[in-house]
């Protein structure tokens, strides 16, 4: 259950956050709709989800998937490319949360 909450968590982080761009400073209506809504479920699911998980490895791994899928997003919708220092960023944050994953007693596998 801590999966899904966590993964419905994810969704709505990335759902607005996708959604944030496109509000214009929230001056469109439904992009703005769209971000709130997003949040609002992201951190409604990921309070949840810190019944069963620590705040640190719910977090970590909420934002390092939310960055990734955000960027790829990013590239298909907005036409945003990321430059090599930027991928390699990337790959360092979720390297880091697989590290946390595997090898800490923090989590409860």
């Given at each position: 259950?801590?999966?899904?909450?966590?993964?419905?968590?994810?969704?709505?982080?990335?759902?607005?956050?996708?959604?944030l761009?496109?509000?214009?400073?929230?001056?469109?209506?439904?992009?703005?709709?769209?971000?709130?809504?997003?949040?609002?479920?992201?951190f409604?699911?990921?309070?949840?989800?810190?019944?069963?998980?620590?705040?640190?490895?719910?977090?970590?791994?909420?934002?390092?998937i939310?960055?990734?899928?955000v960027?790829?997003?990013?590239?298909f919708?907005?036409?945003?490319?990321?430059?090599?220092?930027a991928?390699?960023?990337?790959?360092f944050?979720?390297?880091?949360?697989?590290?946390?994953?595997?090898?800490?007693?923090?989590?409860?596998?």
């Amino acid at each position: 259950m801590k999966w899904i909450l966590l993964i419905l968590a994810i969704v709505g982080e990335i759902i607005g956050t996708s959604a944030l761009k496109s509000t214009e400073g929230f001056s469109r209506l439904w992009p703005s709709v769209l971000a709130i809504l997003g949040y609002v479920a992201a951190f409604y699911f990921l309070s949840l989800t810190l019944k069963y998980l620590p705040v640190g490895i719910a977090y970590a791994l909420w934002s390092a998937i939310g960055i990734v899928l955000v960027a790829i997003i990013s590239y298909f919708l907005h036409g945003q490319r990321l430059d090599i220092p930027a991928i390699i960023g990337i790959i360092f944050i979720v390297v880091g949360v697989v590290i946390m994953n595997v090898f800490s007693n923090s989590i409860s596998h």
